[in-house]
């Protein structure tokens, strides 16, 4: 049996997404089930998914997770950003799994030393380790995670400080060495622009996912630098598509895009939301 100091209780449940077990099955089994999606074709290598709280994005993370329901991973690397204080440039969980509602979420251990020793040949650090940390954006696609996938698998969490270019790919190259060769998913947690009116988020945010879908890492960068377009994950955003690469994905199709208009009825202060999927011709 596992200690509490084993498992990272959940800060969120109960507020950011619903907090029993029936309740947030239904919640999240009802997003899955009205995203509705094109036919698409290759292996799904990756997935782009906003982290907001469910009632304002789990609609849009519909649309991502529902391109990987009833599919096996055993292994998924969740890349986020940190927006609590830490002044270290990558963080993961000190602990040994994640609670949800849903059940416990095992952390890869063994992943994790392969990545963070990776990360350390490459840029000289790796990775530093928080407890009982109460970030949001990566627990938040746990529950989707755990009711799209058929089957257990491990977690491989990664939150992001350090939003420089230069990390994210070092980032992305590190964990193509872990994930390659293994039945493994990459997602993305990252929401677009933050407060500004619906009409002004939707050519920011649609700067960010033409960037996307023409899976340019560079060009979302180059986007956000020319302050044309926003996403709070930018690093997180660019080390997926970076390691999808060079795991061999070859194309990205943005699914749905939408704000908290859409759930507050305030369209003068918005947060805007993306899903896309990342694919591998085979």
Known sequence: MKS????????????WYEGEAPLLEASVDANLRDASIPLLTGKVVGLVAPHAGHRYSGGVAGYAYKTVQGLTFDLVAVVSPMHQYYPQPLLTSAHRSYSTPLGLVEIDQDAMRVLDAALKLSLGF?????????????????????????????????????????????????LCAVLDGRSALLVASTDLSHFYSQREAQQLDGAILDQVAAFSPEGIYAVEAGGKGYACGLGALAAVLWGAKDLGADRVQVLKHDTSGSATGDDTSVVGYGAAVILKTV
């Open 126 to 174: 790796g990775f530093s380790v928080v407890s009982q940390d109460r970030e949001h954006s990566l627990e938040i696609q746990l529950p989707f995670l755990q009711r799209a996938l058929d089957g257990p698998f491990k977690l491989l969490p990664v939150m992001v400080r350090d939003q420089s270019s230069r990390v994210a790919r070092a980032l992305g190259n590190a």
């Open 4 to 15: 509490p100091a084993d498992v990272r209780p959940s800060p969120i449940a109960g507020t």
